[in-house]
């Protein structure tokens, strides 16, 4: 793995004084503006905006031609089929259209193909099977929208199809139905594009409702859970879905749901989206993968508390078995190329991995490699695979373009899926080798700070706290991850049998307790008495009645002073903010002076100058002393820079305090 390169914000963060008039927080205001948000009217609708966030489900294109039939079907008294997905959108998605017309007197029957059998989405032997079981209309949930072939069947054996999804369209080859519902076809209205699928299928059923607020009620929680689950931006109304459904499993989780929490250890007291996505999902998810979606199904649809239990203590144990085989897998991925230097997408294939845990395991090798990675599970001479993104780059359209190697693909941008045969697996590996050269989006640091923390009562326990009002977290609503740069680490301690990092870190007179999963001290070079650079995301810790800020660390590394000294030496005043805290003293300009003999000449670049530091000095402060000495004219170079420069004389006494760089670091100090 390559060593990670840091983005560190060294301007000051323009806070609009509006925010703090209206009573947020230092921190919490700085967070929201980083965020674009400038008024309190703004904050409010992003704390708290309520149902005039929900837009209207009519204007998705197909809808009120979806409504018609469904609502043929409940007045007639049809055999309905729910056709969904086996990941946690599709099964969530299921059981709210389920149960949604099982209400309204109809028989319904739910259907999730077998991940392992059958492979995702629509396939015309299961069409077959539900047309002899009576049903005359299909509706699709998160599935559907590339089932050119299978709707053709069904029309062909006389069953409707209602398509509803959320994926990816090809406007040049949509299914024939009777209604598609598809946030992302062309010509559609609708304003959010970032539906889960099961924010699509509540759509659905506020349309054959005729509003939105009992529906809400009754099926908020399982929007919730699918929408976290499938990693859609949490704005807008998403956000308000989540939030709203967070509300509705606090209060009055359903049987299965409670259960689950019970089961797994999960504190429910304290539900956030990331309860969501990091116990409750995964579990859910486990039952698709291993081919048995039909017991989370079952759990979510379960009013029986003896039921729930029983599949709860099914699905968790479904669960230990998928991570056992994920990491199975991932060691086997990871030696094939642990001794290679890979510059393209990954592309792993073999016949022993199982298919519903390749998508965990090219996640991982995807954030290892800095890499797309795609791992096939083969089958005799057709492979099926799961591809996973890195730094943007466009897996939809990547498959598009190498789409003649491919029996079928489907997905999204970040996340897809492929069907292959063996003998096209070389020239779909160089294809898409050839795409990613021509599209190689531009490199990203892997640590993005956010913020920087030059003054550590900005992590008051009253400021940190503030932060709550930002959740639900997620995706185009992460967790601010802010940095400290240049601070002492005091103690290091493994925790967890050895698997994690607990630190203790002091920025001036100011202590931080701090810890770092499946991290050790050994693996990250660090030792006590270290300066070193922290991201992190801070958050209360209560433990015994002592209410203290942790910071719950993303990276840390030795402190790297290289950018902040390379802007010093470079004059850039917007680092002004950040150098104040190196604010060199009459005793520091002594000690350098002193340290210059007559052939001392500043270095060529940052790098030689941070060389040059006199020791026990901070390089940022020791640069900020050679910019004040040229400034003073006691240092100067043919071409005025620092760069390079050499000790001169002047006349009379040389004013450092009056000094422009002095006078406006002091006074950001």
Request: proline share 4%.
């Amino acid at each position: 793995m390559k060593k990670k390169d840091w983005t560190i914000p060294f301007t000051r963060p323009a806070v609009p004084h509006e925010l703090l008039s209206a009573g947020f927080t230092p921190l919490l205001s700085t967070v929201l503006a980083l965020r674009g948000i400038k008024t309190a009217a703004e904050a409010q609708t992003l704390i708290s905006g309520g149902e005039e966030l929900l837009c209207d489900p009519m204007l998705m294109l197909d809808v009120d031609k979806a409504r018609e039939r469904i609502l043929r079907a409940i007045r007639d008294g049809e055999t309905v089929a729910v056709y969904g997905d086996y990941d946690v959108d599709g099964i969530t998605s299921t059981c709210l259209v389920t149960d949604y017309l099982r209400r309204k007197g109809i028989k319904c029957v739910p259907y999730i193909p077998d991940r392992n059998e059958e492979g995702y989405g629509l396939n015309c032997a299961a069409l077959d099977t539900l047309k002899a079981q009576g049903v005359s209309l299909v509706i699709t949930v998160d599935c559907g929208i590339t089932a050119v072939e299978e709707a053709a069947h069904a029309a062909q054996i006389g069953v409707d199809m209602v398509i509803t999804d959320h994926h990816e369209c090809r406007p040049d080859a949509l299914p024939e139905v009777t209604a598609l519902v598809d946030c992302k076809r062309d010509g559609d209205t609708y304003p959010n594009k970032n539906l889960a699928g099961v924010g699509v299928a509540l759509k659905l059923v506020c349309a054959c409702e005729g509003e939105s607020s009992k529906m809400l009620e009754m099926y908020g929680d399982l929007a919730a859970i699918g929408t976290v689950a499938d990693v859609m931006p949490l704005t807008g109304e998403n956000r308000f879905l989540v939030r709203y459904g967070l509300s509705r499993i606090a209060k009055a989780p359903r049987p299965g749901i409670a259960a689950m929490f019970r089961e797994s250890g999960t504190d429910a007291r304290h539900l956030t989206a990331s309860t969501i996505g990091f116990s409750l999902a995964p579990r859910l998810n486990a039952a698709g993968r291993l081919g048995q979606a039909s017991v989370a199904a079952r759990l979510l649809m379960s009013r029986d508390e003896n039921e729930a239990a029983a599949l709860a203590k099914e699905l968790c144990e479904l669960n230990r078995q998928r991570q056992s085989i994920e990491t199975q897998i991932w060691q086997e991925a990871n030696d094939i190329i642990k001794d290679s230097d890979p510059q393209e997408p990954i592309v792993l294939a073999s016949d022993r991995w199982h298919q519903g845990v390749i998508g965990i395991a090219a996640s991982r090798l995807a954030e290892q490699y800095s890499l797309p990675a795609i791992i096939i599970c083969l089958n005799g001479e057709n492979g099926k695979g799961s591809c996973r993104s890195y730094g943007g780059f466009n897996l939809f359209e990547a498959l598009s373009a190498c789409s003649e190697n491919l029996t079928g693909f489907g997905g999204h941008a970040l996340a897809a899926g492929l069907n292959i045969r063996r003998d096209r697996l070389d020239r779909f590996r160089e294809a898409l080798a050839a795409y990613y050269r021509r599209h190689r989006p531009a490199p990203l640091p892997e640590v993005c700070c956010d913020l920087l923390i030059t003054d550590p009562s900005l992590l008051s326990v009253e400021n940190v706290r503030s932060l709550d009002m930002l959740e639900p977290y997620g995706n185009a609503n992460p967790k601010p991850i802010m940095c400290i740069c240049g601070a002492t680490l005091e103690s290091a301690s493994e925790v967890g049998g050895g698997k994690h990092l607990r630190m203790r870190v002091r920025l001036g007179a100011s202590h931080f307790e701090c810890i770092f999963f499946s991290h050790t001290a050994r693996q990250l070079g660090i030792s006590e008495g270290d300066s070193v650079d922290i991201a992190f995301t801070p958050q209360i810790n209560e433990f015994r009645g002592n209410v203290t800020v942790q910071l719950v660390t993303a990276a840390v590394r030795r402190h790297d002073p290289t950018a902040l000294c390379s802007a010093i030496l470079a004059g850039d005043e917007s680092v002004n903010w950040a150098a104040a805290a190196y604010c060199p003293g009459r005793a520091d300009f002594v000690r350098v002076w002193r340290a210059m003999d007559k052939d001392f000449a500043v270095g060529k670049d940052a790098a030689d100058v941070i060389h040059q530091c006199i020791a026990g000095m901070p390089p940022e402060k020791f640069c900020l002393c050679l910019m004040v000495l040229r400034e003073t004219g006691l240092l100067r170079s043919e071409d005025g820079g620092i760069y390079s420069s050499r000790c001169a004389s002047i006349s009379g006494k040389a004013d450092l305090e009056s000094t422009h760089l002095i006078r406006a670091l002091r006074a950001l100090a």
